[in-house]
């Protein structure tokens, strides 16, 4: 049951241009969302994060804007850079108690330079 | 601050042994959970330990055990192991509840 999915496996950008990657949902439950992204042979890190009661959350290059209507969030990096080419994976935890954590099958970003 | 260390790094195993991971947290992470990562299937969600007892537990057979100990370290067990097992299993840790994790490298788990 992947209540986290992220339907583009692969995405190619040229430098400089904007990145969107794209994650959709379908438990309703889900109140905050994160974004990982991960290099080959390390483990994920953290990116951003957003709570329901926002829509959008800017950090540097990197906005995630939620639209809890569609039950869908966006990532968006400008000016994507190649160091940017990674694995991006979009998360949200289920429950009040703990650290469940529901992750997307991720979508392997290449920025061209 | 040290990050999390998962050992070992790679590990090759046969079909019906057993295995042992372990995880180090960042110190005073109290939160450590466990992943499996398979191609194609993103991490799903293992097992989550707080404070030495089991929290949350993912859609994963008995074979897959885990346990922390006072320090928060945290162990995973794998028994009788199959060939779908061969996966990456990343260890995270964190401070609270719903808080980005920081992960480990990982340890990548290969059955012949």
């Not at chain 2, 030495?52 to 859609?59: L, M, P």
Request: charged letters at 15%; proline letters at 5%.
């Amino acid at each position: 049951d992947q209540q986290v999915k992220q339907n583009s496996p692969s995405l190619s950008v040229q430098e400089g241009r904007i990145s969107i990657l794209n994650c959709d949902y379908t438990n309703s439950m889900f109140d905050y969302f994160l974004w990982y992204k991960k290099y080959p042979a390390e483990g994920p890190t953290f990116l951003i994060s957003i709570s329901s009661i926002k829509d959008k959350n800017e950090d540097g290059r990197f906005t995630v804007f939620l639209n809890k209507s569609a039950k869908h969030l966006s990532l968006h990096i400008v000016p994507s850079q190649p160091g940017d080419s990674a694995v991006y994976f979009c998360a949200a935890p289920l429950g009040n108690t703990g650290n469940q954590f529901y992750f997307g099958t991720g979508t392997s970003l290449t920025v061209i330079p | 601050k040290a990050g999390v260390t998962q050992t070992p790094r790679y590990l090759i195993k046969t079909r019906g042994q057993q295995v042992t991971l372990s995880c180090s947290p960042i110190s005073g992470h109290r939160s450590v959970s466990w992943y499996q990562q398979t191609p194609g299937q993103g991490l799903q969600f293992l097992f989550e330990y707080f404070s030495e007892t089991q929290r949350n537990k993912g859609n994963f057979p008995g074979r897959f055990s885990g346990r922390q100990f006072s320090n928060s370290r945290s162990e995973m067990n794998v028994s009788t192991l199959e060939l779908g097992d061969s996966a990456l299993y990343l260890c995270a840790s964190s401070s609270d509840s719903n808080q980005p994790q920081h992960f480990g490298d990982g340890t990548r788990l290969s059955i012949l």
